[in-house]
């Protein structure tokens, strides 16, 4: 049974960062190709960023220079870290997994960043 459990959101001033981890359990992470979804009140989930085998690493456009994704694969933890957040980063994070049973989502974690 696959399971992810994000950690990390919360309240930023605009400017500020944050760095959300997921924890991933019934996969075999090194080789799992992770991402980070996020959903705005009203909008559709989008990819922010993923992490395919082989290292390669996409980002959307909108957080391209400011978002970082990375895995640790001795802690089975996939990160994001969130720089010079934007009022319009605000949204719920989801952590994805794309395993041998097909996709997984963790339960999100919220991201305010409000002054």
């Known amino acids: 049974q696959v399971q992810l459990v994000e950690s990390g959101g919360g309240l930023v001033q605009p400017g500020g960062s944050l760095r959300l981890s997921c924890a991933a359990s019934?996969?075999?992470?090194?080789?799992?190709?992770m991402a980070w979804y996020r959903q705005a009140p009203g909008k559709q989930r989008e990819l922010v960023a993923q992490?395919?085998?082989?290292?390669?690493?996409n980002y959307a456009g909108s957080v391209k220079g400011r978002f970082t994704i990375s895995k640790d694969n001795a802690k089975n933890t996939v990160y994001l870290q969130m720089n010079s957040l934007k009022p319009e980063d605000t949204a719920v994070y989801y952590c994805?997994?794309?395993?041998?049973?097909?996709?997984?989502w963790g339960q999100g974690t919220q991201v305010t960043v409000s002054s």
């Open positions: 994805n997994a794309l395993g041998q049973a097909g996709s997984s």
């Open positions: 992490i395919l085998n082989g290292g390669i690493i």
């Open positions: 019934g996969i075999i992470f090194a080789i799992t190709p």
